[in-house]
């Protein structure tokens, strides 16, 4: 293997970037971006370099009290794409297409770094085919190709960054090797201004540093001691300036101001900000070091390799319960995958199977071959230093499916290295030129089927939104006001905030007061305090109500999985005029006239529904039907050849009410026949007009008796409040000279006799 030209670096990083590249540009072909999380990203990019600054509290976002920026992610997931946009927009490329391509760069660079990293600490055998692995996964594919522009991508990408730096200061000898170690210690630091989960980074760092001085202990490496030491600290060095940056461009996700999170834990912060910085420094360092001490001196001593195993083992063990029986924090921290369990996300659900076979194919059956390394006549420190990565990466990929990504890194290095041991044992046990052959043919074909199944996947992804979608949230954009606010399931607040640039009350994650308002367990008066001007009900509501269902049954008090039932089935067949919808164990025969005869076979039954509705043309007609026996109802819509069967409970929920026959407070203003329709909501409301020098505040259903009115500074600290009379008024005019000069965004709430009927917020415009 050593002899094959394919395997020069000047050869192998080409190929191995090629294919990366090219993997992770075929989404380029969609002019649509692909999920929901993207298009927030893309609108606050627009709106501030439309402001010329990164301003904080986000008004088209969280209706309808505005989104703070700096309770998110930390500017630099926003200002990478903003600041290459810059650079490249005199060539004419737009800054959707340049958001469209960052995680490419950043998924290539990451590649490339790793392929250097493990040619340094390898060789170019391990170095390209664990990198070929990485380019081929799907795992790091799915978070790092274009169109689908997410922060892990940068974790990964410092990571690498971090590695490479690493192993030149292990291949170098004297105190020049130094000068290396401060690329992990910039990059630990300023990884933390891409993304708000950014600390797994730290855990790998300090780990590769503890399994480096184990393994410099079994192997009686003592120069290695010295490695270990800096790696560590080099993290210490790194949370210190991630402390620093957060003042700068915002904390992570236990910063100081997700005190929900940072009071689970247990901690009170202090000049650091962040709970995961504090821990780290206050608990992990120290830790770490110690066992680095402590293996230190005992190497001076102990020379049985089995005696070093047993005290290895040991001190792992005592440290283990040390962090679970001494420090609260530490053990807060180790389970806080739990904290995010109480709605249905598909990304944190544990990792079953199917998810690692779609992100790593059949490399995953490569993994074991990683620890033939670990024979004592092959074994070296690098191994060790590489269980740091490959240990935590494994535990994350099986806690959470979101997190194959974090473990592509690790799976490629057991992947890559794996099949190098095995391949070169084979063909040191079977030295025959037929069994070089082959095991040759063997390697080729597991890069083949591996790319295939890749490629079929890349080809496979869609995006989620369409033309039905846009036209819909355009036209809210064109035919409401700036303040109005929006209700709608919680996937599709990103696409309001891009496409309608209105405020959803509901996005990014679940929120459980917007299902229980679905199935009818919230009123109209928690609609109207929320000042939700319009409502959003679409046939892709349907295909997700089990979610919905389970998202209301996470709020305490509610169980409702077992109250509803539905069942969405297309249109198959369709011949002498009568229609057959199928899915799943149900078929529904119906033959449309004056009187609909439509049965419903479930299994070895036959039963007819009790109301039948259908909508063709841009009309819904409940129709008669010839036979009723059963607490079903039956919605068919012929423009897009669907059937919703559902039972009663189901049926008299404001989700399928407000689809099929909408009444009063509620006015159904746009539809396209059956995919998404959007109903306003009838009641006292606010309308803005946005002056230089005033405010016009217009009501219509002019009912309400007084006016709240909040004044904020960018950075979310209130500094004006005052309520103003508004009764049998239909118009209020505020002078901006009554406002504080630094009053950049407004909160307003219109209410009659006490209780609110309107909400809003809007920007400030200067």
């Given amino acids: 293997m050593r002899n094959w030209r394919i395997l020069e670096p000047k050869i192998a990083l080409p190929i191995v970037v090629l294919?990366?590249?090219?993997?992770?540009?075929?989404?380029?072909?969609?002019?649509?971006?692909?999920?929901?999380?993207p298009y927030f990203h893309l609108a606050y990019i627009e709106e501030s370099l439309k402001a010329g600054k990164w301003f904080n509290f986000f008004t088209i976002a969280n209706g309808p009290w505005g989104f703070q920026i700096?309770?998110?992610?930390?500017?630099?997931?926003?200002?990478?794409?903003?600041?290459?946009?810059?650079?490249?927009?005199?060539?004419?490329?737009?800054?959707?297409?340049?958001?469209?391509?960052?995680?490419?760069?950043?998924?290539?660079?990451?590649?490339?770094?790793?392929?250097?990293?493990?040619?340094?600490?390898?060789?170019k055998e391990k170095a390209f085919f664990a990198s070929i692995f990485l380019a081929l996964s799907f795992g790091h594919i799915f978070r790092s190709m274009a169109n689908y522009y997410r922060g892990d991508n940068y974790m990964l990408f410092w990571y690498s960054?971090?590695?490479?730096?690493?192993?030149?200061?292990?291949?170098?000898?004297?105190?020049?090797?130094?000068?290396?170690y401060l690329v992990p210690t910039l990059a630990s630091g300023i990884s933390s201004v891409f993304w708000q989960a950014y600390y797994p980074l730290f855990v790998f760092l300090s780990l590769n540093g503890v399994f480096l001085a184990i393994g410099s202990f079994l192997l009686d490496k003592k120069r290695n001691f010295l490695d270990s030491f800096i790696i560590i600290l080099s993290t210490a060095f790194g949370a210190i300036i991630a402390n620093y940056l957060g003042e700068k461009f915002g904390y992570g996700m236990l910063g100081y101001n997700r005190q929900h999170i940072v009071s689970k834990l247990g901690i009170k912060l202090g000049k650091i900000r962040d709970a995961y910085l504090f821990i780290h420094l206050h608990y992990l360092v120290p830790i770490s070091l110690g066992l680095l001490i402590i293996l230190l001196f005992l190497s001076r001593f102990v020379k049985s390799k089995r005696a070093k195993v047993g005290i290895v083992i040991g001190l792992g063990t005592v440290s283990i319960l040390i962090i679970l029986l001494k420090f609260p924090a530490l053990r807060g921290l180790l389970g806080i995958f739990d904290m995010?369990?109480?709605?249905?996300?598909?990304?944190?659900?544990?990792?079953?199977?199917h998810d690692l076979w779609k992100a790593f194919s059949i490399s995953i059956f490569l993994l074991p071959l990683f620890f033939l390394r670990f024979h004592p006549e092959k074994v070296k420190t690098e191994d060790f230093f590489?269980?740091?990565?490959?240990?935590?990466?494994?535990?994350?990929?099986?806690?959470?499916a979101r997190f194959v990504f974090v473990g592509s890194l690790a799976v490629a290095t057991m992947a890559g290295i794996g099949l190098v041991e095995g391949y070169s044992l084979v063909i040191q046990r079977r030295k025959s030129g037929k069994a070089s052959r082959v095991a040759l043919i063997l390697l080729i074909l597991l890069l083949i089927v591996n790319g295939a199944f890749t490629l079929k996947n890349c080809l496979s992804m869609r995006p989620l939104i369409n033309k039905e979608w846009e036209n819909a949230l355009i036209w809210l954009k064109n035919n409401s006001n700036e303040n109005d606010v929006i209700l709608a399931w919680w996937d599709y607040g990103a696409w309001i905030t891009y496409y309608s640039r209105r405020a959803p009350v509901a996005e990014i994650a679940p929120n459980p007061d917007v299902a229980l308002y679905y199935l009818g367990a919230r009123n109209r008066d928690w609609i109207m305090s929320l000042g939700v001007d319009?409502?959003?009900?679409?046939?892709?509501?349907?295909?997700?109500?089990?979610?919905?269902?389970?998202?209301?049954?996470?709020?305490?008090?509610?169980?409702?999985?077992?109250?509803?039932?539905?069942?969405?089935?297309?249109?198959?067949?369709?011949?002498?005029?009568?229609?057959?919808?199928?899915?799943?164990?149900?078929?529904?025969?119906?033959?449309?006239?004056?009187?609909?005869?439509?049965?419903?076979?479930?299994?070895?039954h036959v039963v007819y529904p009790r109301g039948l509705y259908v909508e063709y043309k841009g009309k819904v007609t409940e129709s008669k039907l010839k036979y009723s026996s059963t607490d079903a109802y039956l919605y068919i819509n012929l423009n897009y050849k669907y059937a919703i069967l559902m039972n009663s409970e189901t049926f008299n929920t404001p989700l399928i009410r407000l689809f099929i026959n909408a009444s009063k407070p509620y006015e159904l203003v746009y539809s396209d026949g059956g995919l998404i329709k959007i109903l306003k909501l009838n009641h006292p409301n606010v309308k803005i007009r946005n002056m230089h020098n005033k405010i016009v505040f217009r009501f219509e259903n002019a009912t309400g008796t007084k006016l709240r009115i909040l004044g904020f500074l960018d950075n979310g600290a209130m500094v004006f409040e005052r309520e103003y009379s508004v009764e049998n008024r239909t118009e209020f005019e505020l002078p901006k000279s009554e406002l504080p000069k630094e009053v950049e965004v407004i909160r307003y709430a219109y209410l009659k006799d006490g209780k609110v009927v309107d909400r809003g917020v809007f920007r400030v415009v200067n």
């Fill in 386 to 400: 590489l269980l740091g990565l490959i240990v935590p990466s494994l535990y994350m990929l099986l806690a959470w």
């Fill in 70 to 123: 700096k309770s998110f992610h930390p500017l630099g997931l926003w200002m990478t794409p903003a600041y290459i946009y810059r650079f490249l927009k005199v060539f004419g490329i737009s800054v959707q297409t340049v958001f469209k391509i960052t995680p490419v760069i950043f998924g290539t660079l990451t590649i490339v770094f790793f392929y250097i990293s493990l040619l340094k600490l390898y060789g």
């Fill in 161 to 180: 960054l971090a590695l490479a730096g690493i192993a030149y200061a292990l291949r170098t000898k004297g105190y020049r090797r130094l000068v290396f």
């Fill in 19 to 37: 294919v990366g590249v090219t993997l992770r540009v075929i989404p380029l072909r969609f002019k649509y971006l692909l999920g929901y999380d």
């Fill in 340 to 353: 995010f369990k109480s709605t249905p996300i598909m990304e944190t659900r544990p990792t079953n199977f």
């Fill in 534 to 604: 319009y409502v959003i009900v679409s046939y892709y509501d349907f295909l997700k109500f089990s979610s919905i269902v389970r998202t209301a049954s996470a709020q305490s008090g509610y169980n409702l999985i077992k109250r509803y039932w539905i069942a969405v089935l297309p249109l198959t067949s369709s011949y002498g005029g009568i229609l057959i919808f199928e899915g799943g164990e149900y078929k529904i025969i119906a033959k449309p006239g004056d009187i609909w005869d439509v049965r419903i076979i479930i299994g070895d």
